[in-house]
T-cell receptor
């Protein structure tokens, strides 16, 4: 079993829909990251969080430390949100190293 | 944008040849990482560095070596490339070892 599990693996939505991507992990963590990888391949960091909730524009990330679970929400989705969304955790025992989930491929159709 | 470049961006090489990939950063970040990305796997750590001349192995380090003689450069070497090392390679940097900034990636094909 991977230390970081994402669901779903693939997600297709219509423009305007509310989207949720889930991430579960099995180790104690110091922080959890959400990353976005666009079709061109570039990877950018969206959020880093260790508790509660963060919001940036239409993106919201939440984390429940007790349940070892995080969600990434996209409100009013748009075709430009189409990308791979990656969850990564920094384990308490791993120093600066991150462990990555396999990613969720999101396609938003107009 | 942390000013991270990777070179080359694309490379095709033959089995058994040595290959060196370069990661260059202009932000004076202390930590640098090399990952590979393959279908069916998340990004996997090959090697990382926590300072000049300070490096350590990641989860998939076999067949790879690294060097960091300057803060801004982190080199990944495949001493004798194999077809299983065909992949997309990403470099990343971090200030305090948490939020990471990624380079554009290098697509390597070993024939």
């Amino acid at each position: 079993k991977n230390e970081v599990e994402q669901s779903p693996q693939n997600l297709t939505a219509q423009e305007g829909e509310f989207i949720t991507i889930n991430c579960s992990y099995s180790v104690g963590i110091s922080a959890l990251h959400w990353l976005q990888q666009h079709p061109g391949g570039g990877i950018v960091s969206l959020f880093m969080l260790s508790s509660g909730k963060k919001k940036h524009g239409r993106l919201i990330a939440t984390i429940n430390i007790q349940e070892k679970h995080s969600s990434l929400h996209i409100t009013a989705s748009h075709p430009r949100d189409s990308a791979v969304y990656i969850c990564a955790v920094g384990a308490e025992t791993s120093g600066s190293r991150l462990t990555f989930g396999e990613g969720t491929q999101l396609t938003v159709n107009p | 944008d942390a000013g991270i470049t990777q070179s080359p961006r694309h490379k095709v090489t033959e089995t058994g040849t040595p290959v060196t990939l370069r990661c260059h950063q202009t932000e004076n970040h202390r930590y640098m990482y090399w990952y590979r990305q393959d279908p069916g796997h998340g990004l996997r750590l090959i090697h990382y560095s926590y300072g000049v001349k300070d490096t350590d192995k990641g989860e998939v380090s076999d067949g790879y070596s690294v060097s960091r003689s300057k803060t801004e450069d982190f080199l990944l070497t495949l001493e004798s490339a194999t077809s299983s090392q065909t992949s997309v390679y990403f470099c990343a940097t971090a200030i305090q070892g948490y939020e990471q900034y990624f380079g554009p990636g290098t697509r390597l094909t070993v024939t």
